[in-house]
């Protein structure tokens, strides 16, 4: 995590090679911390909402970032499929997560909607209008 946030800043990256390692494990590890909590709020903080794809019910849950680690952790917990999803003007972009053993896989999901990717990670997008009428109601 720490190296991501030097994207796009070279100069940062070439300091690397002349710092401290204390320093940098340090840096990391206070990112790492930040991140594991941005993640765990995220998971426990966000309720479901069940959503129609094709002829399965899955969680839904609007998670805009951390959506690989938030979906593969939720996906755990539930022993299931799940979608992350997020608004953008008409449309919704979708990701979806499973674990190896999950049917039906992320990629099955996704090509539902006319998207793909892998196994346990794929994604597709939908109309906003589309998304509203698929969302089940009790």
Not at 92 to 108: E, G, N, T, W
């Amino acid at each position: 995590n720490f190296v991501f946030t030097l994207m796009n800043k070279p100069e940062e990256v070439l300091k690397l090679f002349t710092a401290s390692l204390d320093g940098i494990k340090r840096d990391g590890g206070i990112i790492s911390k930040y991140s594991q909590f941005m993640i765990d709020d995220m998971v426990q903080g966000t309720e479901a909402i069940m959503v129609k794809v094709g002829t399965h019910i899955v969680p839904f849950y609007n998670i805009t970032s951390y959506k690989s680690d938030c979906g593969n952790i939720l996906a755990n917990t539930l022993d299931k499929a799940v979608g992350l999803f997020t608004i953008d003007g008409e449309k919704v972009k979708i990701s979806f997560r499973c674990l190896d053993k999950h049917s039906p896989s992320a990629s099955d999901l996704a090509i539902t909607l006319g998207g793909g990717g892998h196994h346990n990670a794929a994604g597709a997008a939908m109309p906003l209008g589309d998304f509203l009428t698929s969302i089940v109601r009790n």
